[in-house]
């Protein structure tokens, strides 16, 4: 047996061992289950809010349609669509300082043993 055969071997047989958990990847665990709720709010609200707001520009601008009836259709989805992107900021800060706030005992014990003050 040479030797890539010995380190393709190791390799498999470590896909196949007990993960170690170790309490850095734990901590980063705990940081982006801290944080991922408000950055998947935050995306998806800026998704459709943009959406709405282009299907606002598309009326207005007579690419679905021509006439008064239109104009009007466009310019309140686009009202619709500027107010969904600027409330999503706010609800974003509203939303990481809750998750923060729900995980920061154990993020902040859990940082405290990895620098050794305890």
Sequence with gaps: MNDLDKVYAESVAKDYMPKETNKVRQLKKLDER????AFITAMTLGVIGTLIFGTGMCFGLGVFGTGAIFMVIGVLLGIVGAAVCIINY?????????????????ILELAKEIAGEV
């Design 34 to 37: 801290a944080k991922l709720p």
């Design 90 to 106: 706010p609800l974003y800060n509203k939303l990481l300082k809750k998750g923060k706030e729900k995980y920061a005992f154990e």
